[in-house]
Structures are given as structure tokens and as C-alpha cells.
């Protein structure tokens, strides 16, 4: 038996160097910050969008078509602003000189900006207003989720990759329900609506920043020119196609998500009939019942895909699937059908959320880039916040009549799009 010596040992605890591959496992207490700040940021940021925001827009609008056009407006202005972010705030990330580390003082910042601008949503008086505030936490928290993700490639070994990935997802899911819970007891607080889910973003986003081992760039980066700044928004797909499939899958697979989250108030309160009151509570409900199956089947995927080092098949079924659950809720006009809907889509959802971030941090084009390259993936979660509102309002209004919005055309639209972000994953070459 070989006995370690000091200067191994001291090489192995060291900490790493920018742009450094990771090899050791990182400690329970990293993960649990990890998560908990993840949890925390998508308790703030994904409050509005499921609940909060349609209930603070039907303040201020009365009419049934105009608050599902002005939801969308409201919705997709914000996913300009996280298109934006995502991209320029992890190229800066990635360029940060800081004392304080390159991450560590985008994460607090971000927080910071968004809790603002979601007290300014909390006291909005008109639709503009509202649409205001909902850019600027979009474009604070994002300046806090770019670094934040890019994290995951600067800190993980590859072997912790779909593990931690699993947790990361299962903690954004339980982060919905927790906002469903909070908006279902705060209906008629607007301030304590925005807020208390605020307060727990910052608190999660700054214990993560306390625990991270955030390395310090002690050579500073090249000046910024044209062709720099244009590439924050861009990775070649001719020559990372990997990184371009893994782009598309995700993209179409959260824009088919989004086509339904987006208006799921609304389809509860036009379709199944409920009230508003009873709407949220059956959202709740069913998030409950999503999130119980998804914490389940995103666990075990996650530990199947690291011992198995098996990624694009898991996401290719599980985006296919989540397109089934999609189509079968085109026909359901019941609560308990909704919930079922619900179960089926938490199954998919958990398998793809543990499996394709271990995928795309497999197929990064530059690791010192990090913190871009997956800006420029996370815009395939941002573009669809902005397309789907829009897009969703076209296909609600395609021979509306006395029926009322047309949610069956807008649901197969979105299930189709699911069963092409599953086919895209087919080509990928470097990863099993």
C-alpha cells in the first residue's frame, strides 16, 4: 500500500486555479449551499411567474382576453432581460478580477437587484409598471443564476455531475412548490406575495456565496473588442455541434413547458372552471403531486446516469414523455385529470432535469469560458419565457369564440414541440 505523502496531500486539498478541472468531490456542506441556493433564487423568481404575477395583473386589468394578452406582455418583457443576462453577466463572471473571487460578488449583487425590483412589482399601479419591475428582476437574477451555474463546471468532478445535477433540479421543482404554497396563503398580501419569496433568495444566494471557494483571476483578461462582445452571445454550431443539439433540446423542451405554465391559471379558471381561489389551490395541488414524483424518479436518474455514465438516451425519453403529458392535457377538463397530467409530466421532468446539465457540462466547448458557454445555453431556458407568452397568446387566440381561448391548439402545439427537443438529442456524439 502506497502511503501519501505531505506534498500529495497538499496538492490534492489545494484550492483550484481558474479554469482548473475539477477531480475531487466536493463536500456535503458546498452541495447543501449549493441547493438551498437554488431553491432560494427560483422560490423568488418562478413565484410570479406560476401565480403571482397573473393574480397582481387581474388587479389591474378586468377583462378575461386582456389579462391573458397583458400576462404575456408582462412575462415576455422579463425574458429579454434574462435572455440578456444570462449571457453578458456570465461572460463578465467569467472576466471579474474581484478580491472577492470571480462569482461570489454577481451572486450577492443579482440577489440584491431582484428583491427590489420585486418590491417595485408589489406596488405597481399600472400594467407598464409592472412589466418594468419584472425586466429588472429578470436581469438581476440572472445576474446572479449565470455565475451561479457556471459554479457547477468550475467546482464539480465529472463523477458528481448528474448526482449534483439531480439536486439542482430537484430543488428548482421543490422551489415551485414552495411558491405555490406561499401564493396560495399570501392571495390577498400583494407586498408579502413578492416579497417574503425575495427574502428567501437573498438569504439562500448569500449562504452560497459565503460556502464558495470561489478562485481569484489574478491575470486579468483581455480587453473586451467587437468580435468578444459579439461572441457572449454566441457558441458555433458548426464546430461545438454537441453543445448546439444540447442548445435546441433544451430550448424546445422549455418552451413547451412554458406554453402551458405560463397560462395555467387562466386554463384552470376557462377550462376546468374554477375560481381564482380554487384555481391556485388546485396549481398548488398539483405542483405538490409533480414535484413528490419528480424528487423521486430525478434522484434515482441521476444516480443510474453516474454509474451508468449513460446521459442522451435518459434525455431523449424524458423530453418525448413530458410531450405525451402535454398532449394529454389538451384533453383534460377535470381537476383530478389535471392531476394526473401533472404526475405524468413530474416523471419526465425529473428524469431530464438530473441527466441533461450533467449532459451539457460534458460538452462544453472551453471550461475557461465557462461561465458564458453556459450563458449562451441557459438563453435555451430564457428565449422560451419570452417566445412562449407570445407565441401562447397567437395560439389562444386562433378562432376564439363563445368556447373561449383556444387551449387545445396551444397544447399539441406544445407537445409536438416536446417530440422534436427529444429527436435533436439523437446526433449527440461525445457524450453516451
Avoid at 324 to 338: C, K
Wanted: hydrophobic letters at 55%.
Amino acid at each position: 500500500m502506497t502511503i501519501p505523502t505531505h506534498t500529495t496531500l497538499t496538492a490534492e486539498r489545494r484550492p483550484l486555479r481558474c479554469g482548473e478541472k475539477p477531480t475531487e468531490p466536493k463536500s456535503p456542506l458546498f452541495v447543501g449551499a449549493l441547493g438551498f441556493a437554488q431553491f432560494g433564487l427560483f422560490v423568488a423568481l418562478l413565484g410570479p411567474v406560476i401565480v403571482s404575477m397573473a393574480l397582481k395583473v387581474n388587479t389591474l386589468v378586468a377583462d378575461p382576453t386582456g389579462r391573458t394578452s397583458a400576462l404575456g406582455v408582462v412575462l415576455g418583457v422579463g425574458a429579454v432581460a434574462a435572455f440578456l443576462g444570462n449571457a453578458v453577466f456570465g461572460r463578465l463572471s467569467d472576466r471579474t478580477t474581484s478580491r472577492f473571487g470571480r462569482r461570489r460578488p454577481w451572486l450577492v449583487g443579482g440577489v440584491l437587484v431582484m428583491a427590489a425590483a420585486l418590491l417595485l412589482i408589489s406596488q405597481a399601479g399600472s400594467v407598464p409598471v409592472l412589466a418594468l419591475g419584472w425586466f429588472i428582476a429578470q436581469l438581476g437574477a440572472n445576474a446572479a443564476f449565470a455565475p451561479f451555474i457556471a459554479t457547477l463546471a468550475d467546482q464539480l468532478p465529472e463523477k458528481q455531475h448528474a448526482k449534483v445535477s439531480a439536486m439542482v433540479g430537484i430543488m428548482q421543482n421543490v422551489a415551485v412548490l414552495a411558491a405555490a404554497q406561499l401564493a396560495t396563503r399570501l392571495t390577498d398580501d400583494m407586498l408579502g406575495l413578492f416579497m417574503v419569496p425575495a427574502a428567501i433568495g437573498v438569504l439562500g444566494m448569500v449562504v452560497f456565496a459565503l460556502v464558495l471557494p470561489d478562485p481569484v483571476l489574478e491575470t486579468p483578461p483581455p480587453r473586451l473588442d467587437a468580435r468578444t462582445i459579439a461572441e457572449t452571445f454566441w457558441v458555433s454550431p458548426v464546430r461545438h455541434p454537441d453543445f448546439g443539439f444540447a442548445w435546441w433540446s433544451r430550448f424546445l423542451i422549455f418552451l413547451s413547458s412554458f406554453l402551458f405554465t405560463t397560462f395555467r391559471l387562466n386554463f384552470l379558471v376557462d377550462r376546468v372552471e374554477l375560481s381564482e381561489a380554487e384555481a391556485a389551490q388546485a396549481i398548488a395541488t398539483g405542483i405538490l403531486i409533480y414535484t413528490a414524483v419528480l424528487v423521486v424518479a430525478g434522484w434515482a436518474a441521476g444516480v443510474v446516469s453516474d454509474r451508468t455514465g449513460r446521459r442522451k438516451m435518459l434525455v431523449a425519453s424524458s423530453t418525448l414523455l413530458f410531450g405525451v403529458g402535454v398532449a394529454l392535457l389538451a384533453h383534460a377538463d377535470t381537476v383530478s385529470g389535471f392531476y394526473w397530467v401533472e404526475a405524468i409530466m413530474g416523471l419526465a421532468f425529473g428524469i431530464y432535469m438530473s441527466v441533461d446539465m450533467a449532459l451539457v457540462l460534458e460538452v462544453l466547448p472551453n471550461r475557461d469560458d465557462s461561465g458564458k458557454d453556459l450563458g449562451v445555453f441557459n438563453m435555451a431556458n430564457a428565449i422560451p419565457q419570452s417566445a412562449a407568452p407570445f407565441l401562447g397568446s397567437l395560439l389562444l387566440g386562433v378562432g376564439v369564440g363563445s368556447a373561449g381561448p383556444n387551449y387545445t391548439l396551444m397544447l399539441w402545439t406544445a407537445a409536438l414541440i416536446a417530440l422534436v427537443g427529444a429527436a435533436v438529442v439523437l446526433p449527440i456524439r461525445k457524450v453516451k
